[in-house]
């Protein structure tokens, strides 16, 4: 559809669909094996790719996987979580020194997380076959891999962030879900050696793309947010 047929659709109907959407939207941990097709994922990307980005620059580089490729990966970085191998990650994706309210958030979802997946409070085995999840993308038919080139600035990184956002939210408006996952950083190594990454690019996430598992206890977990007056101030005099 063009741009010029876009501003024809009624705005009641365009503002339902794209609220829609991104209320909609979650971090799926489980997925069915049902196939999202390459033209779908093409299509994703291709609306994703609209995204901003500083004078036109398009920071944002993709691995899909799928098929025997993806299984060779998981395969990979299971075995690594599981023998207990350093992580590896390249960037600080979170702070070194945690504060309210940031890790009172952070607590409150990890709980909520991991007594729906049945963990106990101190039971490191079972968080760690949790944590574990990820790096089985949570058995989602397809993977995605994210790379930035090192020598971008940190511009590039939040336009890269609105092209991950754009992927997510354009999933929804195919009946699919994703999970965006900073844990699949953790092994740089791997991801080099297995899909070809050049030196010269940092791993920066992946992310998990299917069909939502109707079945899978965590993806009942509502993560809650702050309601606008705790995080904006009006100026208007």
């Known amino acids: 559809m063009t741009v010029r047929n876009m501003r024809d659709i009624d705005p009641e109907i365009m503002r339902t669909a794209v609220e829609t959407a991104i209320v909609t939207r979650r971090s799926v941990r489980g997925f069915l094996p049902t196939p999202v097709g390459r033209e779908t ?4 990307l291709e609306v994703a790719s609209r995204a901003p980005s500083g004078s036109n620059m398009q920071p944002w580089k993709v691995h899909v996987l799928s098929g025997p490729a993806l299984e060779r990966l998981k395969a990979e970085l299971i075995g690594l979580h599981e023998s207990g191998a350093p992580e590896a990650r390249e960037y600080d994706y979170y702070p070194r020194d945690w504060r309210a309210p940031y890790l009172d958030r952070r607590r409150a979802l990890g709980w909520n997380l991991f007594a729906l997946a ?16 990820n790096y089985a993308f949570f058995g989602a ?16 990184w939040l336009d890269f962030g609105t092209f991950l956002q754009n992927i997510m939210i354009a999933a929804r408006g195919h009946g699919l879900d994703t999970c965006p996952q900073a844990a699949l950083a953790n092994y740089p190594a791997v991801l080099r050696r297995q899909l070809g990454i050049p030196d010269t690019e940092l791993v920066l996430c992946g992310m998990a793309l299917g069909v939502a598992d109707p079945d899978e206890p965590t993806n009942r977990l509502a993560a809650e947010r702050e309601p606008v007056a705790a995080f904006t101030r009006f100026h208007d005099r």
């Open 118 to 133: 049945g963990v106990a409070r101190g039971d490191r085995e079972g968080s760690a076959r949790q944590r574990g999840r």
């Open 41 to 44: 994922v093409e299509r994703l």
């Open 141 to 156: 038919p397809v993977g995605m891999i994210f790379t930035i080139d090192r020598d971008l600035g940190q511009g590039s």
